[in-house]
């Protein structure tokens, strides 16, 4: 069974910087490296969003709102997906959630609430 555990979510003070991690279990290395890797945010009261994208081979793009912030990699050795966030603003409070490119896995999510 495939599950996606996301860490490292937490408060921090509007211009810091929080790593979330994304690790799959119930999944080979290999598989890992061939499926795309997600994160998404929900803030409450809207609706999710795409935030970053990391492809197998490592193209990444991200939503307008967090470019020049935020960075996406993998260490598929590790088959874990994470997200570097720096400059953060209190519009980056969410719920962060990562998946497979393909959306059929989802991990419970971590909360991130900035702090103006």
């Known amino acids: 069974q495939v599950q996606l555990v996301e860490s490292g979510g937490g408060l921090v003070q509007a211009g810091g910087s929080l790593r979330l991690s994304c690790a799959a279990s119930?999944?080979?290395?290999?598989?890992?490296?061939?499926?795309?890797m997600r994160w998404y945010r929900q803030a409450p009261g809207k609706q999710r969003e795409l935030v970053a994208s990391?492809?197998?081979?490592?193209?990444?793009t991200y939503a307008d709102s967090v470019k020049g912030r935020f960075t996406i990699s993998r260490d598929n050795a590790k088959k874990t997906a994470y997200l570097q966030m720096n400059s953060l603003k209190p519009e980056d409070t969410a719920v962060y959630y990562c998946?497979?490119?393909?959306?059929?896995?989802w991990g419970q999510g971590t909360q991130v609430t900035v702090a103006s």
């Open positions: 998946s497979n490119g393909g959306g059929k896995y």
């Open positions: 119930g999944v080979s290395g290999m598989l890992f490296s061939i499926s795309a």
């Open positions: 990391i492809s197998t081979s490592s193209i990444t």
